[in-house]
């Protein structure tokens, strides 16, 4: 007890039940390393889409658009049929990866 009559802080309160850790630390009740909030599960992707700047060799560069593949292969492959461009012109063709 304090000068003030109260118990200090540090002290013990009697009571007529033992004290049970669940009631101050209900986290005790799960197993270590699990948490109530269930994870989320990200959906399986083959690989990460990135955008890409296209563009066609005329006598200057001509930019034609963007468009979102996985790798550069597959950008060129997606501009061919987005752009509708011929063998000619897919020869000339210049994709860049976009920051």
Same mark, same amino acid.
């Given at each position: 007890m304090n000068s003030h009559g109260r118990p200090s802080l540090g002290a013990r309160t009697t009571h007529n039940r033992p004290r049970s850790p669940y009631l101050i630390y209900p986290t005790m009740l799960r197993p270590a390393g699990t948490s109530r909030m *269930?994870? /989320?599960?990200?959906?399986?992707? $083959?690989?990460?889409?990135?955008?890409?700047?296209?563009?066609?060799?005329?006598?200057?560069?001509?930019?034609?658009?963007?468009?979102?593949?996985?790798?550069? *292969?597959? /950008?060129?492959?997606?501009?061919? $049929?987005?752009?509708?461009l011929t063998d000619e012109q897919r020869r000339r063709l210049v994709v860049q990866e976009r920051n």
């Open positions: *269930k994870s /989320a599960r990200k959906k399986p992707t $083959a690989a990460k889409l990135r955008s890409w700047r296209v563009s066609i060799i005329r006598k200057r560069g001509q930019y034609l658009g963007t468009v979102e593949a996985p790798n550069e *292969k597959a /950008a060129e492959v997606v501009a061919v $049929a987005e752009f509708d």
